[in-house]
């Protein structure tokens, strides 16, 4: 469709050149033939720049496959078992699919293990329970994104296209999403969140150092690394911080890989890794950032002071972790690049005894137009669904008091678009884990190099995975 309206308008411009021709001086009619061509292309580019910065939502039905699964799940009347780490996704049940489904109510038994969602413990105590195979067994299991991929790649997790859930229910989520939780072709896990990453700025600090007043003056300032590192320097002369710690790129960087933390076997150390540890180290040895380490006391209070421009965050982090005393005084845009951060998603077990149950309630939170609008609408999460967040900007639904009345939602929606997960592995929460540890040793001296970081880097994995070859 681009091509065809781009290819129009020149053949309109080209038409009225000719016309142009036949009715007067040449040197004239050839400048005004290259003018109207020039406009013409122009438009088409503005045409062109309007679609790709929208979704292309696609149009779905899906009534029929859902009632389906309603009455299967009711004819079947076994209940099933929800297993989360805290009290979030059983909210979300409660309020979306208990209110939407009564009758299925009593069937959904929500299972609180209470510990954290990226350790040990909560793998241990999912599969104690799946080994145990008895009625408390997992039918749903909820998973942070950093687990995702070890629990969409056990041996018990199905493909979810098995039980009901087709390609056309999941049509509107982002693509990295899809391609995250797909395994080996199959869809293993959904998930009810974009979480796409933003860069969060200060509006007081971006007009009084910067003279910038809207997102779009500020996003010019950040567009790039080396224009984020020259806005970096004028803020430093003003007596501001670029950020509250180094380690705000990480996520930024990190999904800018180009190949997997472990290919053929091997450890493989993308570009992007070296990136980040010179550009951290840029930050931190100028004097950019007041070194903060993220999630610390003092980079939250950051938040408060004034003296930090900007943060690295995302779709949740703007409503659940930004300091309350700031709310008002932020505003988003798209940063250097794009990027995601976090997310929880769902798998569905072997041991589930009402697989449409399981399904509807998946379908329910990832996938239902209406519940993913709400989702939003009621509690500002960002949904997993092009066609909800369009609807949200049709409707006007954006504004956050967060960020002082600023719709975000095209901003994330547009980073959603251009995120991609491809080189992603299970072993990334834990790799990038050591990389903190090897950029912070390098922050501070302890490691004098990029080529000493790195190699620290390798020295963990080897202590901690003999299967691996590290060259």
């Known amino acids: 469709m681009k091509k065809?309206?781009?290819?129009?308008?020149?053949?309109?411009?080209l038409a009225m050149g000719l016309s142009l021709v036949a009715c007067g001086d040449k040197t004239e009619d050839t400048t005004a033939t290259e003018a109207t061509e020039t406009e013409a292309e122009t438009e088409a580019a503005e045409t062109e720049e309007a679609e790709t910065s929208e979704s292309e939502v696609v149009e779905v039905d899906n009534e029929a496959a859902v009632q389906a699964l309603v009455d299967a799940a009711t004819a079947n009347g076994k209940a099933i078992h929800v297993y989360s780490w805290n009290e979030e996704l059983g909210s979300r049940i409660d309020s979306h699919f208990r209110t939407k489904y009564p009758e299925l109510e009593s069937l959904v038994i929500y299972e609180n293990l209470d510990v954290s969602g990226t350790g040990e413990e909560y793998k241990t105590g999912i599969q104690n329970a799946i080994n145990a195979a008895d009625d408390n067994a997992p039918?749903?299991?909820?998973?942070?994104n950093d687990v995702a991929l070890y629990f969409a790649q056990q041996d018990w997790a199905v493909n979810l296209t098995d039980i009901g859930l087709t390609a056309d229910m999941y049509a509107n989520a982002y693509d990295f999403t899809v391609e995250y939780g797909t395994i080996d072709g199959n869809l293993k896990a959904m998930t009810w969140q974009c979480p796409a990453g933003c860069f969060v700025y200060r509006t007081d600090v971006a007009e009084d150092v910067l003279g910038a007043k809207t997102p779009?003056?500020?996003?010019?300032?950040?567009?790039?690394?080396?224009?984020?590192?020259?806005?970096?320097?004028?803020?430093?002369?003003?007596?501001?911080y670029m950020l509250s710690g180094p380690d705000d790129l990480k996520y930024a960087f990190i999904d800018q890989k180009t190949s997997p933390w472990v290919q053929d076997g091997k450890l493989n150390i993308d570009s992007c890794i070296n990136d980040y540890l010179e550009t951290s180290k840029t930050m931190y040895d100028n004097d950019y950032t007041l070194k903060s380490a993220m999630w610390s006391s003092e980079w939250t209070a950051n938040m408060a002071t004034g003296d930090v421009f900007g943060y690295f965050g995302c779709t949740w982090f703007v409503q659940w972790s930004l300091n309350e005393e700031s709310h008002g005084m932020w505003n988003v845009c798209d940063g250097p690049v794009?990027?995601?951060?976090?997310?929880?998603?769902?798998?569905?077990?072997?041991?589930?005894?009402?697989?449409?149950?399981?399904?509807?309630?998946?379908?329910?939170?990832?996938?239902?137009?209406?519940?993913?609008?709400?989702?939003?609408?009621?509690?500002?999460?960002?949904?997993?669904?092009?066609?909800?967040?369009?609807?949200?900007?049709?409707?006007?639904?954006?504004?956050?008091?967060?960020?002082?009345g600023q719709d975000p939602l095209v901003t994330w929606d547009s980073v959603g678009q251009g995120i991609s997960l491809e080189n992603a592995t299970s072993y990334d929460a834990t790799f990038n884990g050591y990389l903190d540890s090897a950029a912070s040793s390098y922050w501070s001296g302890s490691l004098d190099s990029v080529d000493a970081a790195i190699a620290n880097i390798k020295e963990q994995v080897a202590n901690a995975y003999s299967d691996i070859v590290i060259e």
């Open 139 to 144: 039918s749903i299991v909820a998973a942070d």
């Open 338 to 404: 794009s990027y995601h951060w976090g997310g929880s998603y769902l798998t569905v077990s072997n041991l589930c005894p009402n697989n449409e149950l399981a399904a509807l309630v998946v379908y329910t939170l990832c996938c239902d137009e209406d519940v993913m609008y709400d989702l939003y609408a009621d509690d500002y999460d960002f949904p997993n669904n092009k066609a909800s967040v369009q609807r949200l900007i049709a409707d006007g639904k954006g504004s956050n008091p967060i960020l002082g």
């Open 4 to 13: 065809f309206k781009k290819a129009m308008a020149l053949s309109l411009a």
């Open 216 to 240: 779009e003056e500020v996003q010019e300032l950040v567009k790039d690394w080396d224009t984020f590192l020259e806005t970096a320097a004028t803020l430093k002369e003003a007596g501001k």
